[in-house]
């Protein structure tokens, strides 16, 4: 049983004060007002009452296969170039550490970058309880196109691998999608995108990969396994093709037309923003992958905060991994406030909300009888300073306490 001092439950903007819940096993038995409860006296009781209490936190979009990668050191290249397999496993296991000890209970975790299935086995080591870490939902390789990503710009000769299952034309689009789904992907994930650069004009291109066809046979295949499709995609013709083939989420979406974001209102799309990752490592200024860098992300504010007016289906997202692991994850929920989201609403884009996301509803980022019990609790007032949520003092995954609270 915990006393709650302050409980944001993750569906509604009002928190509530002195609150009782109740766990058995691994799930939340009850929430009640603590006022005038009689208290069976071999009952535990875990005292949170000077502490907030929220649901465990769900970002939809890390690599935890990824480690913030220095160019100085080799970059991304070195990863698939020299590292042995368990090496990057035994990163990756460190990587779902540092998410759990910072209150994310739940990751989509989308794409391995050539670590292959790796994904799916350190998923069934935090589930069958060999290391801590949050509960994932994966997507194994995910799937370009030729051109359409690294390992890149090595001589034409060589064969080089790639960070991910490069298909071309619908039939082999379809069995990639049938590869992965068979090896337990839980979703599949397209680049619909890949360069980025400036027009003439200074505006945003980027280079669109599958075509409309590659991507309907891949939502095909993978609505039929009742899975979802998560789309990387950053602007114009790739993202247009990523709305019209009917993928369920758009990843990044740094520029998003008027047109496009009314196509995702009326299609259901989520939108999965990453705004950190793309205020870090810019180039020098008046170079051009400078001028590209501050681009991104101004457009991505814009889009950003259009998309919050019309009411699009915002989830957190932050593309840890693309950020170092050693770097705080809810430093996303902190750009996303000064971008104009409600602090509480910021807080549901990582609960409730991704939880419906995920097929997961009343089960994950809810804090209500049934729900899994993953709970978190931080000292002060998110509504008040969201950046509170850097400071996770105390963390539950499923009823096991990870971190006791430390004040
Ligand atoms: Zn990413």
Known sequence: MIRAGTLFDGKSLAPRHNQLIVIRGNRIDSVSDAGGANLPAE???????????LPGLIDSHTHIFLQGEDPAQGGYDVNILKYPLAFRAARATVSARRALEQGFTTLRDVETEGAGYGDIGIKEAIAGG?????????VTRAISTTGGYPLEDYAPELDMPKGA?????????????????????D???VYMTHRSWLGQEGELVSQ???????????????????????????????LQRALDGGCDSIEHGLELSDAQISQMVRQGTWYCPTLSVYYTD??????????????????????????????????????????????????????????????????????????EMLDARGQLGVIAPGAYADLIAVSGDPLR???????????????????????
């Open 385 to 407: 300073d969201i950046k509170v949520l850097e400071d996770v003092r105390f963390v539950m995954k499923e009823g096991t306490v990870f971190q006791p609270w430390k004040d």
């Open 187 to 189: 979703w599949i994930k």
């Open 165 to 185: 299952q490069i298909v071309d034309g619908p039939v082999e689009a379809r069995k990639a999608a049938r590869e992965q789904l068979d090896h337990g992907a």
């Open 208 to 238: 669109p990969t599958l075509t409309l066809e590659e991507l309907k046979a891949i939502v095909d295949e993978t609505h039929g396994w009742r899975k979802k499709v998560a789309c990387h995609a950053y602007n114009g013709v790739g």
């Open 43 to 53: 009952v535990s009781v875990l005292d949170l009452s000077r502490a907030t209490v």
């Open 282 to 355: 810019w180039a020098p200024p008046n170079t051009p992958d400078g001028r590209r860098d501050r681009k991104r992300a101004a457009v991505h504010e814009d889009s950003f905060k259009k998309a919050l007016a019309a009411k699009v289906k915002i989830v957190f997202g932050t593309d840890m991994g693309g950020i170092p692991w050693s770097e705080p994850i809810a430093q996303e929920f902190v750009r996303m406030v000064a971008f104009g989201m409600p602090a509480a609403d910021a807080i549901i884009s990582a609960t409730s909300r991704p939880a």
């Open 130 to 138: 060999y290391i801590p870490g949050p509960r994932l939902f994966v």
